[in-house]
């Protein structure tokens, strides 16, 4: 049974960093491209960041450049979120998820249905 799970989240202040993971079993990933989304209140998902298969390229959403690293540890199997100097607008379920066919576009990284394989979430709360 293939599954995603999402740790690290927490509450903090704005300013402060939180490193989520999303470790994978079941299989592996490391020949697929691998995502972050998150979904606040009331909102639909939002991309955050994605990786492609061989690491060669990295996406963000322009609200998290510059702030937001994603990271992948094939070894592992595991996915990695930095994030620095967060903000209360980042207050969501931030979500890993995996693809299992090769995404050839940015706009394909970028595409919540590209996405087969889905963590159940992990809350970040930012206060001010």
């Known amino acids: 049974q293939v599954q995603l799970v999402e740790s690290g989240g927490g509450l903090v202040q704005a300013g402060d960093s939180l490193r989520l993971s999303c470790a994978a079993s079941?299989?592996?990933?490391?020949?697929?491209?691998m995502a972050w989304f998150r979904r606040a209140p009331g909102k639909d998902h939002e991309f955050v960041s994605a990786?492609?298969?061989?690491?060669?390229?990295?996406y963000y959403t322009d609200s998290v450049k510059g702030r937001f690293t994603i990271a992948r540890d094939n070894a592992k199997n595991t996915l990695y979120l930095q994030m620095n100097s967060l903000k209360p607008e980042d207050t969501a379920v931030y979500y890993c998820?995996?693809?299992?066919?090769?995404?050839?576009?940015?706009?394909?990284?970028?595409?919540?249905?590209?996405?087969?394989?889905w963590g159940q979430g992990t809350q970040v709360t930012v206060s001010s």
């Open positions: 998820a995996a693809a299992t066919q090769f995404l050839v576009t940015e706009a394909d990284h970028r595409t919540k249905d590209e996405y087969l394989y």
């Open positions: 079941g299989r592996t990933f490391s020949n697929y491209a």
């Open positions: 990786i492609t298969w061989n690491d060669s390229h990295t």
